[in-house]
Structures are given as C-alpha cells and as structure tokens.
C-alpha cells in the first residue's frame, strides 16, 4: 500500500481554538469512496492540522508516496518549509499542492518550489482522486456537491477530539459553494466561480447533529453570502439553534453574510442573537466611494438604504459590524476618512478595517490591472500566532494615494477605532456633540492634533509599525491598551485639561469621571454609585444619582483581549437611575 498524508496547517486562537481541516478531510474522504484507490492507497490516521515543531511533524511521515498540502495565505511559508524537508528526506514522495494561493500561472510558482511536483487549482476533491487514479488533475467545476461525502459524517474526524483534547475543536460548515460577484481585490470566484451551488439541506442537518453530538463550540459558516436563500438559509439557522436549545451545542455562528444585506438577513441575524449564537452580524461594503465600487466591480446599497438598513438593525438590537479596506484603487485619504467618519456617527456601528492583500487569483494581481492603476505593493511579515507567519503583498499606494498619505489615513483610522469604537472617548464625544456640535471626524481630529502626552505616546508608538510595513500588527496589535491602561487616570486628567483650555463648561470634572466609570474600569468594583450635579443622559443641569454596573471580563484571558473582541460595544457599563 502507498501512503498518503495531507497536511492543511490552521490557525490557533488564543492557544487553543483551532478549526478541523475541513477541506483536506473533503478530499480524503472523496478518495476514500473509490475502491480502486482503497486498494492501491491508504490515508495517515491524522491529517497534519496543527504547527506543531516541525521535526515533530516530519518524524510522524513514515515512507510517504504522496504529501499533500493545503495552502492559504497563512500557511504558505510553514508548509513549503514541511514540504522542503520532506522532500530531502524522501526524494522519491511526490509533493502536491491545491487550495487558494496555488495560482493559475504556475511557472514562477514551482520555479521558487523545485519541491512541489504537481499543482491542483480550485476544487480538490475530485482532482485529487484522478491525480492518483491516472495522473491527470484536471477537472470541471463539481457541480453535484451531494457527490461528495462529508468529512465529518464519514469519521473521519472522530477520534481528533480525545487525542486533540488539550484543544477546542471548530468546525467549517458549508452550504454551498460559488459567488455570484467579480470583486476585483477576491479570489472566491476564481476559485469556484460565479454560479452558486447547493448542498442538500438534508446532509447539512446531519452534520449540524454531529457539531452538537461532538460539543463543536463555535460554527464557521464558509458561504460567500449566507442568507442570499431566504428560506433555505433561514431553516438552516431555526436547526441550528434548536439543537443548541437541545444539547447546549454549538455555542455561536459565524458566516460571511450575502453582500447587499435586506431585512430577511437582519431576521435571521436577529434569531441568532436571540439565541445567544451570533458572532457578528456583518455588511461587506468595502468603501462608499463610488469610483472605487466602479474599478473594483463591486456594487453596494444605495446609502439612503444603508442608513434604512442601520435604523431597522438598531430596533433588532443589533450591532452592525462593516468591512471596509483601505487603498483600493480612486480611494483617496480624503474620500476614505470622511467615509468612514460617517459611518462611524452610526451607534450600532463596529469598523473592521482591512489593508488591501494582493490575493494570487485575483484580479488586482494582474498585470494588466496593477499597471492601469499605478498599483505600488510590499512584502508585509504577518504573526497568525501558533508557529504561522506569512509574507502578505499589501497594497501601500495607487494613482489616488500616496504611501505617506495611507500611513496618514491607517493612523487616523485606527485612533477612531482605539478612542471611539473600543469606548476610550465615547462619552466625551457624545458630550461634545451634543452641546457643541462637533462632528466625530471635528473632535477627534482635536483631540489627535491636541499634542496630548499620552496620545503623542500611543501615536508615536503605532508609527514604528508602519515604517517597517507591519500593517497587519499595527491595525490588530492590541498592545497599545497595556500602555494607556498603565496611565488611564492620566489619560483623562490630561483631556480635562485640554477641554477646559478650549471650551467653557462648569462640569467637565463630572464628565471625565462619566467616561471614566461607564466605560469598563478594571480597577473599579462594580456596581458603583455616584452622584452628579449634571446629567449626561439628558444633557441638563440638574443633580442625578446614577448606578452602573457590569459583568467584568468574564472568560477573556485581559484587558487587552476583551477590546479586541469587543464589536458589540461590550466595555459600555449598564447605566440606570437610582
């Protein structure tokens, strides 16, 4: 028998929380349907799904014929350096690559990797068995996906879960496979095109029940646009929290939610939160410019129905999180900051904010069109944590904006984010607002040119980053909160200071204490009490009691990691009059 080990390396959360190698165990379980490949292969008990040391890994490879590898912009560069080994090791074993950065132009790809013998693009499953079958990798779009057995319904993966056990098995789930939309800056549909096809709802629920029966916590749902079927989509979540109200399994649901959300989305987001199960309930708009939806291909809401959509979210309760990135091609500094500061006036509002990743099968990587927009890119090291790191191509100028004006605008981006939408200057903005009329980009324009110590101190702090090209660390290095938290009570005695150098308010005092207090203070023991000659609720003179309460950090490990989670505003304490 020749023996065939597949690896696809994934990402470690906090050190613990790790998805099952869905799309490896997709391909071995194709296989394993074959007789003719039963009798001539057989697969290694374990798919290599941890970054493990790599000598760990390499002494596990015993005699292998075939490795396979599934490689994705976070485990490229640690699986060429599993597969380099291997192949000095075993200059015999073929070496095959598939997954989302083998690209379609093959030849400067195998030129850097003399140890990769064979490249499968786009769907694996059955290109893999004709590989072994007859050499040939070559295969049409799958379009009977049912014709595909499931990995976690075959077995493949129950015994991970005792031998894995000093981790928190994930689990992919995915409904169907294509995305009817050509963003220019994706892969998606270059990897399983524009025609959108369905897995039957029967083996969907199946696998939901072995989710539950195997105590997954946490569902990735991988549809490009979950929810684009009504109904469909909307059964599949009614499942999904009936049997966690069943067996207290899974815990949440997380999906790419369709790109021109409508109401019925925000009903099926709105179950889930219900159900305590929503991870996030997202709008993919990339940018509100115009000319950058019309070079990316991409077309969004109108904004009048964005605003609709927003107002009709708050009255769910929900808590909107939007995708944008930055330097796609016709954004400015200009366009991106005022943009985003409009979105940002929204209260139900969470920017995720993105560099511009060159993606191998894109559009955007294309010569043609790097060219068209004077398209300047550089070699970014990103830590996905757990042994991963990768080199991202990270766009840093076009035609319409300077590399000096995107570290400009990525270092105004992430103040509004730090001050505003994880809680530092919430209260105070709304204050000012309020009774002075500033706008969210006016104040906080203030307050990062006020020349502040300690925001000179956090600013000078994140210009390190981007001067070495670390875009990922800067927008997601969550480092900077240690810093403030060290010198929180001089933070805001230095906003009072500079508040009441530059405007006229007899109880600036009470407000810094407001902030200070109603956002999350670890070093107070809630519920706290206090009184106040002016009420910040109703913007008004008059003395007001208030308590404020809140639960702490619960699970989360710091400070530091209950602000990166924190999309739903979580630091806002429970304020209510006594």
Sequence with gaps: MKNIYLCQFSIINEQKFVLLPYSAGMIQAYAQSIDSINREYQFHSDIFFIPDKKKNIINQIINPHIVGFGVYIWNLDFSDSIAKEIKKKYKDCLIVYGGPQVPEDEEDFLRKRPWVDKLI??????????????????????????????????????????????YVLNAIL????????????????????????????????????????????????????????KERDEKIVDKIISIKEE??????????????????????????KKASMLRKMGLSLQSLNLDVLTNVKRKNMELNNL????????????????????????????????????????????????????????????????????????????????????????????????????????????????????????????????????????????????????IEMLIDSRKDLLENNLYNDFYYNNDWIYLIEKRRNLFYEELKILLKQNFEFEYFDELIDFQNISFYNDKISYPIRKKFDYNFFNHRKEPVTLKFTHGGIGSHENFKSFLSLSRSHNWKCEVEYT
């Design 247 to 272: 067996t207290g399994y899974p815990f949440a649901f997380n999906t790419n939610w369709a790109k021109n959300s409508n109401e019925n989305i925000l009903n099926i987001a709105s179950k889930l």
């Design 121 to 166: 693009h786009k769907e694996g499953e059955i290109s893999f068995s004709n590989f072994l079958l007859n050499d040939d990798c070559n295969h049409e779009r799958i379009r009977e996906l049912d014709s595909l057995p499931s990995p976690y319904l075959s077995g493949i993966f129950n015994h991970y879960f005792s031998k894995y056990d000093n």
């Design 307 to 454: 605003t609709l959509m927003l107002k009709k979210a708050r009255k769910k309760d929900l808590e909107v999180m939007v995708e944008m990135i930055l330097n796609l091609p016709g954004e400015t500094k200009e366009t991106w900051i005022e943009n985003y500061c409009n979105l940002l006036a929204n209260d139900n509002i969470f920017i995720d904010s993105y560099p511009l990743t060159v993606l191998k099968n894109s559009e955007l990587g294309k010569k043609e069109y790097i060219k068209k927009y004077n398209i300047k890119t550089v070699k970014s090291k990103t830590n996905y944590g757990g042994g991963l790191k990768s080199k991202e191509e990270i766009v840093v100028s076009t035609e319409n904006m300077t590399k000096k004006e995107y570290h400009e605008a990525w270092l105004f981006t992430w103040f509004l984010r730090s001050m505003h939408s994880n809680g530092y200057l919430y209260f105070i903005y709304k204050f000012m607002n309020i009774e002075y009329n500033m706008s969210i980009r006016k104040f906080y324009e203030f307050i990062f040119e006020s020349k502040n110590n300690t």
């Design 174 to 229: 995915e409904t169907n496979r294509g995305c009817p939309y050509k963003c220019t800056f994706c892969d998606w549909g270059g990897i399983t095109y524009s025609k959108v096809h369905k897995f039957d709802t029967d083996r969907i629920f199946k696998e939901l029940e072995w989710f539950s029966e195997n105590k997954i916590e946490h569902i990735t749902c991988t549809d490009a646009n979950f929810g684009i079927f």
